[in-house]
């Protein structure tokens, strides 16, 4: 039987699907190795799905399609989904990182103006309109480095309107961007100034006001869980009170210093718990009995230049969902390269490209709740994928500097090319 198709993608050199898994939930252990890739192979999408895959000589065969996109020999793997970002402020911190190099400490930073409430200032200063211009920009840089979905937090605002600002410019930039966005309200990401003398008292705020409002322009509540910042009883008022008005949760959690975070995470059936530097082994154990997903970003720990990193490897062979993540912000991690997350997890982390590849599609995906929708190529999904300049779909990771993605596809258009990309023709 003849299939019609909207557009087929030829001559990939490999198309990685990970269908040889199932197409939903994340992944653990020896599954993360299902790649389910096709060599010399092609895609076929009609209505935004995923219609068929397969060799291209088979598919040239049984589809017939109007347009025809020549891959001309590069890797294609499904939509990189990039599971913590926080793509809105108003201003760049490079003086920090510089000043971090040179050897300052965060109170260093911080008593110099620096730090996330250097980021409050300039975003209470900004205007709506300006955040929603900087946030587009953001996300086409996304969508030039091979992500098609981002989980995208607010929590430079820190008071009721100035996160209802941010929600709100997130929520405009996203309505007209073919970026997929999922949004997060991270008023929890630190204590005001104004509030810094009694940090119940902003709690109670969170709770109480800026909660309930933000419910709409948002998808998930994330907390700090920092003994310094939001301890294990006031991340839990928070998370329960979000839970309370229908929001999913997310935990930033044992980063810093241990704290049960993890555990805290787990027992809220949080979707994520995030960073994981000190997670005990208590902490591991939850994950691992647990479907909240451990986001690891050793872009921000590489950034940060502690040498204490997420332990990748014990949380993987204990059977626990790991996902990979930017962190992209503007003061701990300025970077929107998945593709460089690969290489710092296969260097730093001791991850396989394997299990790269699946931490960065169907895992985060799973932590969104779009697993059913994202993060696989199989028959019936959402045709986002990317095809990147490589030797094999094992180059990612070994591939870095630069920017190795040539196209990016979501919902079967291609919405992003590299000027001497890949070519169509009829």
Known sequence: MTLVADRLFVNARELVTLADGPATGARRGAAMQ????????????????????????????????????????????????DAHTHPVFAATRENEFHQRCAGADYLAIAAA??????????????????????????????????????????GYGLSTDDELKSLRALTRAAAGHPLGVSRTFLGAHEVPEEYRPDTDAYVTLLVEEMLP??????????????????????????????????????????????????????ELDADSADHLAVIGDAGIAALAASRTVGVLLPGTSFYLGKGRHAPARRLLEAGAAVALATDFNPGTCYTQSMPLIATLACV?????????ITAMTINPAASLGLDVELGTLHEGKRADFVALDLPSAAGLGYVFGGNPNRLTVKDGRVVWRAVSGAGSAS
Do not use: W, Y
Request: contains cysteine; glycine residues 10%.
């Open 113 to 154: 103006g620096g730090g996330i409430l250097s980021s409050v200032r300039a975003v209470r200063a900004a205007t709506e309109n300006e955040l929603v211009e900087g946030i587009v920009r953001r996300f086409d840089a996304f969508l030039a480095h091979g992500t098609t979905t981002i989980e995208a937090k607010s």
């Open 34 to 81: 299902a790649l389910g890739s096709i060599h010399g192979a092609a895609i076929a999408v009609r209505d935004g799905l995923v219609l068929a895959t397969g060799p291209t000589e088979q598919l040239l065969a049984r589809v017939r399609s109007e347009e025809i996109v020549d891959l001309q020999g590069l890797v294609v793997f499904p939509g990189f989904v």
């Open 348 to 356: 730093i982390l001791k991850m396989t490209p394997a299990e790269c």
């Open 213 to 266: 409002a933000v419910v709409g322009l948002c998808e998930a509540c994330d907390v700090f869980a920092e003994p310094k910042v939001f301890d294990a009883v006031r991340s839990r008022r928070i998370l329960e009170a979000a839970r309370a008005h229908g929001l999913r949760l997310r935990v930033h959690a044992d980063e810093i210093q241990p704290m049960g975070g993890t555990e805290l995470a787990v």
